[in-house]
């Protein structure tokens, strides 16, 4: 499983690499701040991974992980999903990257938000 990831990131970045557009100071301050949601989300989620297996309190709803993901599950996800969601900005048009900088980083904050009304922490 681990091998099929790194295979699939390693080839999106490599297709994508040509299509990248000049990245600016302001991209990296955008994917900064996308990451350090995403990093917030992580933890919150290996939270639930912990009382999801322990007392059953909390359960995921991203159906890519499933209800009561392992450990090992939620640390491959979001690797995942960090490294093509960064891949992802790279290739696009400057004016197009933006928008998904924004508007990925307003859901996190969303999703980062719920969780902590529910009694989530990030959990590492």
Not at 51 to 75: D, F, I, K, L, W
Not at 95 to 115: A, C, D, E, P, W
Request: net charge positive.
């Amino acid at each position: 499983m681990k091998r099929l990831i790194v295979t699939l990131i390693s080839a999106l970045m490599v297709l994508m690499a040509p299509a990248a557009h000049a990245w600016t100071k302001q991209d990296t301050l955008w994917q900064s701040a996308y990451l350090t949601a995403h990093v917030a989300d992580w933890g919150q989620t290996l939270d639930i991974a912990e009382h999801c297996s322990t007392t059953g309190e909390y359960r995921e709803s991203n159906a890519v992980m499933g209800s009561c993901p392992s450990v090992q599950m939620v640390n491959a996800y979001f690797l995942s999903t960090a490294l093509i969601h960064t891949g992802v900005a790279h290739a696009l048009p400057s004016k197009y990257r933006r928008m998904f900088q924004v508007g990925t980083l307003g859901m996190q904050l969303n999703v980062i938000n719920s969780n902590k009304q529910i009694g989530l922490k990030v959990n590492f």
